[in-house]
């Protein structure tokens, strides 16, 4: 399998910000009136965010779009072990975007569209509470990418980490075997999962299709926790 080695923290920053520069100049540009036509003087805010945390926001009270880029979110997309639980993954899988290829540069572009895709969803007055990836939502991201939006914010971020030497891949992913990485557990099992301080050890209680339910020993005991199979780690 073709693993890349997880960015250093200030890459990740780096890539965040490019990510907001390629928003602003090649989706939000050309939608800018037509969303401040719905409603009237809406700004939209950009930032990198310290955590995995990714999404778009509305503020009525400012009148403002913001959307975020969590720096752990861009270092997950880096590897396939960890790429593979996104929504964006498979959504490019499932949809075909990109040609249905997988790679840090393409997780990178989509997550771009993604992001956006919600910012017109909500523009258009159709996310609601309990309905947020519905068919709108959809219609807005297919839209983006058929249009040739997808594939400009693609550009743009291969050529401007290119530039700024940050060397974003686009090596195309062989992802895990989710039946072989459901094998290699067992009922029992000790596992660890996490990165750092925030590192949980615990045992293997239940096998899932995509998940093991796991309960937490040491500093997690007596709590129960559900980790995509791509998470697991065999305790050192």
């Known amino acids: 399998m073709n693993s890349l080695a997880p960015p250093h923290p200030q890459i990740t920053k780096q890539l965040g910000t490019l990510m907001c520069q390629a928003t602003r100049e090649i989706l939000w540009a050309p939608a800018e009136s037509w969303v401040r036509e ?18 778009h926001r ?3 009270a400012q009148n403002q779009h913001l959307i975020t880029y969590g720096v752990r979110m861009i270092a997950a997309k880096h590897q396939p072990e960890t790429a593979q639980g996104w929504l964006s993954t498979r959504e490019i899988r499932g949809r075909g975007y990109f040609g249905g ?3 840090v540069l393409n997780l990178l572009a989509h997550t771009c569209c ?3 895709a919600h910012l017109l969803q909500h523009s258009a007055g159709q996310r609601r509470y309990g309905s947020v990836h519905n068919r709108h939502f959809y219609e807005a991201l297919d839209e983006l990418h058929r249009s040739g939006a997808a594939n400009a914010t693609r550009q743009y971020l291969s050529e401007g ?11 195309v992913f062989e992802l ?13 099992d000790p596992v660890c999962f996490g990165e750092g301080a925030r590192q949980k050890q615990g045992k293997v209680l239940r ?3 995509k998940t093991c339910t796991v309960e937490g020993t040491h500093n997690a005991r007596g709590l129960r ?6 998470m697991l780690q065999q305790p050192v």
């Open 58 to 60: 509305y503020d009525p």
């Open 225 to 230: 926790y559900r980790v995509p199979l791509s």
């Open 38 to 55: 719905q409603s009237r003087g809406a700004g939209l805010a950009l930032r990198v965010g310290s955590g995995q945390a990714t999404y």
């Open 176 to 188: 895990p075997n989710p039946v072989q990485q459901r094998r290699q557990w067992q009922v029992g």
């Open 114 to 116: 993604h992001e956006f």
């Open 161 to 171: 980490a290119e530039k700024a030497g940050l060397g974003l891949a686009s090596t």
């Open 101 to 103: 290829e997988v790679s």
């Open 207 to 209: 096998v899932n299709r």
